[in-house]
């Protein structure tokens, strides 16, 4: 007796969905934005709160970034790989419940007062959160043309701002006041709200119907090779995607060195900041990055993604050394700058090192992905110059992820224009291409025909000679 076959999910296109249907998964995924936004807001503000707490140093505080970001870089090739055979959906349940796993024992290890017990359940939580990136991130690009793919992921991601900056907020009114700064109570509370939300949002996920999505370019490349198992092109000759791993590592290293430290350079700025009034400033400097976001949707309907990447590129490095040689309210204002040209940078690497890549996207994805491992270890550097020089002269760390992310931006221009034409304007490139297949057609009918006349004339004048 055969055993029952069971019905394999048939994967959509965006064009295939009805409106109500789109806006309803659109807005599903865009909810786990607000999630690690919020995870990662808390992270940087542990770090100064660690160090009063546990009595440690700037270097081994950063210990929490290395975990966190370091399991990006190890889960998140598993999460691709992950997702290839099962899905969008079953992926997304992984990562929430590696995320709610990680925040409940926070509890156990503040009641006992264990650093290395926080470091290994940020570790778990970064597995989660980079389960979830690699899900979302590439669901969202999928989710509509290429053309509106970064400005999508921004609006998006602005979400995901909106919590960075709840973080530091509920830090500077429960961690660093009164008992609350000498103590962990608080911190076991917020992270078992934090697990509380992670398994609401994976029981939702659960009853809703969210379709499984692939991308418009899947099916020309499966129509071109005839088989969906044998890809056109090796993946490892994506390059657009192989360097934006390299600039998504450079730049992530970069945004989370800046943050890390943000509270330290703010408070030893020497015009009267205490800690507390510190963390709300940071909280300012990611409403400033959350406003970034929502303007850059906007620019992002109208500029080329790459071009507007490289603009911001280029801010990004002038601002930092800002940072670094400013002084005072200069250095400050510096640092808000800074926190609003990062704003767009990630979605739009994201986007464009994933464009067009077909059956591969999710095997890009975690690999761009992978790039938040680059926060691993820039933190790590920073903190160890600001320790032997200046949290001041530490944001010249950051200058170089800036710098390796301008290269790449500038790169993919010239290689626009290369290929193409140089351009301002975004343009959707599959209807760029049908164009010009269109206009080429007739020219190369009228060849044909200019070539069969010819070959009429040639043998009227044989016929003539003869």
């Known amino acids: 007796m055969e055993a029952p076959q069971v019905a394999a999910i048939t994967p959509l296109t965006a064009s295939q969905l009805s409106r109500g249907r789109w806006a309803f998964a659109y807005a599903l995924v865009t909810s786990l934005f607000f999630t690690w936004g919020f995870a990662y807001g808390l992270l940087d503000v542990l770090n100064a709160h660690f160090q009063v707490v546990f009595k440690i140093n700037k270097t081994q505080s950063t210990l929490l970034q290395l975990a966190y970001f370091g399991a ?40 006992f007062q264990k650093y290395g017990g926080f470091v290994g ?99 020309q490349q499966v129509a071109k090779s005839g088989d969906p198992e044998k890809p056109p092109e090796s993946f490892w000759r994506q390059y657009r995607c192989l360097f934006g791993f390299v600039a998504q590592t450079a730049y992530v290293g970069a945004q989370v060195g800046v943050a890390s430290l943000a509270v330290n350079f703010m408070h030893e700025q020497g015009i009267g900041i205490s800690t507390s ?59 808000f700058a800074l926190f609003f040209f990062e704003s767009i940078c990630y979605p739009c690497i994201f986007t464009l090192g994933t464009k067009n890549l077909g059956v591969h996207t999710k095997q890009g994805s975690g690999l761009i992905v992978m790039g938040v491992g680059g926060g691993a270890w820039y933190p790590p550097a920073q903190a160890s110059v600001a320790d032997r020089i200046s949290t001041r002269r530490s944001y010249l760390v950051p200058f170089s992820g800036y710098m390796a992310m301008t290269i790449y931006a500038i790169g993919l221009v010239i290689d626009q224009a290369r ?48």
């Open 72 to 111: 990006y870089l190890v889960f998140s090739p598993v999460a691709g790989i992950f997702m290839r055979k099962h899905g969008y959906k079953a992926g997304i349940h992984l990562g929430l419940t590696l995320y709610s796993l990680g925040a409940v024992f926070f509890w156990p290890s503040a009641k």
């Open 277 to 335: 009034k510190a963390s709300q400033l940071f909280s300012f400097c990611q409403m400033t990055f959350t406003f970034g976001r929502f303007v850059g949707v906007l620019i992002l309907n109208f500029v080329d993604p790459a071009l507007l990447l490289s603009i911001y590129a280029v801010a990004c490095s002038v601002f930092s050394l800002g940072v670094a040689f400013a002084t005072g309210k200069a250095g400050i204002g510096c640092l």
């Open 419 to 466: 290929k193409d034409e140089f351009r301002v304007r975004n343009v959707h490139e599959m209807d760029q291409q049908e164009a010009t297949a269109r206009v080429a057609e007739p020219e190369k009918g009228d060849e044909e025909n200019k070539a069969s006349v010819e070959k009429v004339e040639d043998s009227v004048e044989i016929v003539r000679v003869t």
């Open 121 to 219: 359940c940020t570790f778990v939580i970064g597995c989660g959160l980079s389960t979830l990136e690699v899900a979302a991130n590439s669901y969202i690009s999928v989710l509509g043309t290429p053309k509106y793919a970064a400005a999508r992921l921004n609006f998006s991601q602005g979400f995901q701002g909106v919590a960075s900056f709840a973080g530091p907020l509920i830090a500077s009114r429960w961690f660093f006041l009164g008992a609350n700064a000498t103590t962990l109570h608080t911190v076991q509370w917020v992270y078992l709200a934090v697990a509380g939300l992670g398994l609401v949002l994976n029981i939702m996920f659960y009853f809703c119907d969210l379709p499984e999505i692939e991308e418009e370019f899947v099916l």
